[in-house]
C-alpha cells in the first residue's frame, strides 16, 4: 500500500539553488587550495610564493538541486608601492566582492597581518553574510592557542560563523560546505551541472605552465613573467600546445632557460605530464622564453596579454 503524505511529498518540486561565493584573503593564506579541495580536483594553481592567482577563477560544484559557483580572487595586499600588475590583482579581488551571496573570509591560524587588515576593510559594507574561515589549524601544535585568536577576532566585525579548517588536509571543509549551502539564494543553476569553471581550456593551460615557473624558480623571476598560448590544437591522438614565457630581463630568461636548457626542460616536463591528466590526452608541449621588457606595470600590455576585469 503507497502512504499517501508520502506520494504527495515526492510531487513537490525540487527547488533550485544557485549562488556565487567569493573566498578571499590576504596573499598566502590558501584560497586556492581550498578551492581545489572543494572541487575534488586541480583547478586553481598553487605555489608556496604569495600572489600566485592573479586573476578571479570560477570553481562550479553542482550537487543535486544546489549548485555553487566559488570565486578565488588574489590575494589583496598593499599595492602603494606596486606596479599595474599588483593593482589588477587588488582590483580584481576587490571586484569579486560585488554581486556574491556569500563571503569567505580565509586566515592564517593564530596569525593576523596588516594585510588582514586590508581584506578587513574592504568587507566593511558587504551586506551578505561572512564566514570567518581559519586554514591551516592542523600546523599548530597546541590547538589551546586558537581559542584567544577566534576570541579576538570575532570583536572584529560581526562573522555569520567562525570555523577553523585545514585547506589542505580537509579538515572541517564539509562542514564549510554544508554552512555555504545554508545560505545559497533559490534561483536557476548559471551552469551546466557538468561544467567546473568558467575559463578556456587555453587559460588552465598557462595556468599550469606558470605554476611549473612559481614551483621552480627562485624569489624574483616568477613576478616578472606571465605565459601565453600561441597553440592549442587537438587532434583524436595529440594535443599540441605553444606557450610562449614572457619576462621582463636578459637575466630572467637565463634563469628560466638553465644551464643548458635544463631548467626550461623541467618545467616543461612538469607541466606536461599535468596538462596530460587534465585533458587525459598525449600531449607535444613547447616552450619559448621572450624578453619583454615592463610588461608587469603596462597596462595596455596587461590588457593584450588577458588581463582584463570580466
Known sequence: ???????????????SRCGYVAIVGRPNVGKSTLLNHILGQKLSITSDKPQTTRQQILGIKTEGADQVIYVDTPGMHDDAQGKALNRFMNKEASQALRHVDLVIFLVDRTKWTVEDDIVLSKLEHIQCPVILAVNK??????????????????????????????????????????????????????????????????F????????????????????????????????????????????????????????????????????RLDIERMFESKVMLNLWVKVRRGWSDDERALRSLGYRHE
Open 1 to 15: 500500500m503507497t502512504d499517501k503524505h508520502s506520494e504527495q511529498e515526492s510531487d513537490q518540486p525540487v527547488t
Open 204 to 271: 588552465v593551460v598557462a595556468e599550469i605552465v606558470r605554476e611549473k615557473l612559481m614551483r621552480n624558480l627562485g624569489e624574483e623571476v616568477p613576478y616578472g613573467l606571465t605565459v601565453e598560448i600561441e597553440e592549442f590544437s587537438q587532434t583524436s591522438q595529440l594535443l599540441t600546445i605553444s606557450a610562449l614565457i614572457l619576462v621582463e630581463r636578459e637575466g630572467q630568461k637565463r634563469i628560466v632557460i638553465g644551464d643548458k636548457g635544463a631548467g626550461l626542460k623541467t618545467i616543461g616536463r612538469d607541466a
Open 137 to 202: 589549524v592542523d600546523q599548530l601544535k597546541d590547538k589551546a592557542d586558537l581559542l584567544p585568536k577566534l576570541e579576538e577576532w570575532s570583536a572584529k566585525r560581526e562573522f555569520t560563523a567562525l570555523l577553523p579548517l585545514s585547506a589542505k588536509r580537509g579538515h572541517n571543509v564539509p562542514e564549510l560546505e554544508a554552512l555555504v549551502h545554508k545560505y545559497l539564494p533559490e534561483g536557476p543553476h548559471m551552469f551546466d551541472e557538468d561544467q567546473i569553471t568558467d575559463r578556456s581550456s587555453r
